[in-house]
């Protein structure tokens, strides 16, 4: 999964470099507003890009004393400060250019070049795009869209492929404003442009702010991790009952896992630790990414009691097969 999100991400870096200085020229001989917007908007993804590599970077960090569960939330805070940089910047500048160019309409010169500009730059991000939707669309598997974002736990893939598409809907727009200023001859039709690529930016960041916060904060691991922890425990004959189970996603290949069970009176504490020893390994062998699982012995009225005070319908081995 990271080597996944790392080619995502610098392919997207790549792109968003090449198209923003392309734009930038094309909006210095046209002095179109929709296209400066555009050239800001790629510009500010190019910065984003190299923020998210810096992430990835850190989140790959051992663990260490400080951090003895590793660093994978430096992936989620640097996708926040991205979040936070379409928004403040992406976005506002639009805003902006919008607002001014309506209120100092300027006709567009040599819209051929805009014209040419527009359509490579829409290959060029179609490419990045592409390259992060199929990223995206291995890791959903049988998921519907919305809900693979949303359980999604890997903010470099998901990131650049909100981007790349808000990137896409903004060239969209910025060649229909420059082809509605050319055909009506009312230059205010390139401002509107700009105000709509602000629109596409801001939807963009507070969705991806509103992902990203929830990671930073510390999610629960998608649900069919829980009721594999369950189910092997439940298995382990030493044990009578697998209460429940809290997991938090520490970053995209790192899960930590409590496990309340019920262990047969019976054991002695030296078959207690085997048997603890046995559900850790056959949970590594499931889900590779449950980094730390901690096991407490616990009957099932305690785990009932203190559970139903955060969470009165966490799953449990009696309700497993009706989530």
């Excluded at 790629?42 to 984003?48: E, P, W």
């Excluded at 979040?83 to 819209?111: C, K, Q, T, W």
């Excluded at 014209?115 to 291995?138: D, K, N, P, Q």
């Excluded at 359980?151 to 404003?177: C, N, P, Q, R, Y």
């Amino acid at each position: 999964m990271a080597g996944s999100g790392r080619m995502v991400v610098v392919a997207a870096l790549l792109g968003n470099a090449a198209v923003a200085v392309t734009k930038f020229i094309a909006a210095a001989f046209t002095g179109s507003s929709a296209m400066l917007s555009e050239g800001v908007h790629s510009l500010v993804d190019t910065s984003n890009q190299v923020l998210m590599l810096h992430g990835l970077r850190r989140a790959a960090k051992p663990p260490d004393a400080a951090h003895p569960f590793g660093y994978g939330r430096e992936l989620y805070f640097w996708a926040f400060i991205v979040a936070l940089m379409v928004f403040a910047l992406g976005a506002g500048i639009s805003f902006y250019e919008g607002i001014v160019h309506l209120r100092h309409p300027r006709e567009i010169e040599n819209p051929l070049v805009n014209y040419i500009v527009l359509g490579a730059s829409l290959v060029f991000e179609g490419a990045t795009w592409y390259v992060a939707l199929r990223a995206f669309r291995a890791a959903k598997g049988r998921r519907g869209w919305i809900r693979a974002f949303r359980d999604s736990k890997d903010a470099s893939t998901f990131t650049v492929l909100f981007e790349d598409t808000a990137a896409m809907l903004g060239l969209l727009i910025a060649l229909a404003g420059v082809v509605a200023a050319q055909v009506t001859g009312d230059p205010r039709f390139d401002g509107y442009a700009s105000l709509g690529i602000g629109a596409v930016l801001a939807v963009t960041a507070i969705l991806l702010a509103r992902e990203t916060k929830g990671l930073l904060l510390g999610e629960a691991a998608q649900r069919q991790v829980v009721n594999d922890i369950l189910r092997i425990a439940d298995d382990d004959p030493d044990v009578r009952c697998a209460n429940g189970v809290l997991t938090q996603q520490l970053g995209p290949e790192s899960i930590i896992a409590a496990l309340s069970a019920d262990f047969h009176d019976a054991l002695t504490t030296p078959q207690i630790e085997a048997c603890v020893m046995r559900i850790e390994r056959a949970v590594q062998r499931t889900h590779p990414d449950v980094t730390a699982l901690f096991v407490k012995p616990q009957t099932a009225e305690t785990w009932a009691r203190r559970s139903s005070r955060w969470d009165p319908d966490r799953v449990t081995p009696d309700n497993i097969d009706a989530t």
